[in-house]
């Protein structure tokens, strides 16, 4: 089973009507990142568990309702009376997404340590906002570590909200800290130059091999997605398909990815050839075409994926 952990929150995405003063409405999406990256993975055919703190309110029922209604199993999904997260969402001429959160006092933050998860758990995958806001953050950090010394397959995408890291050197170092810990590290070529403080996205993975990631997996918008190993690049190009937004595409990449990998019951990302990271990633790339296709974070169906 695949446990993925993180927030669940609302993004208010532009529609199409004027309001007050020139205003655009917006309409509720359900999302954020580990919470679609778990609706990817169980719909492309993965059992897959979420791990969160989510609200009672009504946007909080209605997340769970879509992780129940996409095959998610939400037993290890704890309830409070705080608000669901909120990310107010601006899209440029072009469909790409920026945010604005808000998240003081929000349920996904106070997520509990479950403790040790269960035996048939072999993949935990942890990012976004998670790794940031207390003090969930630190909740997170320690599954990590606790879950890779028992061998499990850990996955991160830090998916960097530059706006909610009040100390971007500290994050820096606290991300660095992780590596040792995680076997696939999975982030946009953008959220890689902020990292490495504006190096090469490229030169950046090589150092984060050197750490002790197993695989750097970069999503490149446009030119596609490669990976980073011990034993070289491989790189597969976009599918080139009518962009309505890019949101949730690359957590798309990343449940895929998960999704590829437990359907060929890969334990550990050093077994991959360069053939099979490519037939992996291609089926990252497709996924993540049929997401941006779509409003709002929307991943494939496994019948979908022809």
């Not at 995405?13 to 609706?39: C, F, I, M, Q």
């Not at 590290?185 to 030169?203: E, N, Q, V």
């Not at 690359?250 to 099979?276: K, P």
Request: hydrophobic share 45%.
């Amino acid at each position: 089973m695949l446990v993925v952990g993180g927030e669940a929150l609302v993004d208010l995405v532009p529609g199409e009507s004027k309001v007050d003063h020139g205003l655009t409405s917006l309409l509720p999406r359900l999302g954020g990142g580990p919470y679609n990256v778990a609706l990817a993975a169980s719909r492309l055919g993965a059992p897959t568990a979420f791990l969160s703190r989510i609200s009672s309110d009504r946007f909080g029922q209605a997340l769970r309702e879509r992780l129940t209604a996409s095959g998610v199993d939400v037993s290890m999904v704890q309830s409070g009376p705080e608000p669901t997260t909120l990310a107010v969402v601006a899209l440029d001429e072009g469909g790409s997404a920026s945010y604005t959160f808000y998240t003081e006092g929000t349920a996904d933050r106070l997520v509990a340590d479950p403790g040790p998860l269960p035996g048939d758990v072999t993949t935990l995958c942890l990012g976004t906002l998670g790794m940031v806001l207390e003090p969930g953050a630190t909740t997170y950090e320690t599954m990590l570590r606790r879950e890779a010394a028992r061998g499990v397959l850990t996955s991160l995408d830090p998916n960097i909200r530059a706006d909610l890291i009040a100390d971007p050197g500290a994050y820096r170092a606290r991300f660095r800290s992780w590596l040792p810990d995680v076997r696939l590290l999975k982030l946009s070529d953008d959220d890689a130059a902020w990292l490495a403080g504006g190096a090469d996205p490229a030169t950046a993975a090589k150092t984060w091999l050197d750490a002790g990631v197993d695989a750097v997996v970069l999503t490149q918008g446009a030119d596609g997605v490669a990976v980073h190993t011990a034993s070289g690049e491989v790189s597969v190009p976009s599918v080139p398909v009518r962009l309505v937004d890019t949101i949730g595409a690359g957590d798309t990449v990343q449940g895929a990815l998960l999704a590829w990998l437990h359907q060929r019951d890969v334990r550990a990302v050093t077994q991959l050839g360069a053939d099979d990271w490519r037939a992996a990633l291609g089926y990252a790339a497709a996924a993540a075409a049929i997401t941006v296709s779509r409003s709002g974070a929307e991943p494939p169906e496994a019948e979908e994926m022809v």
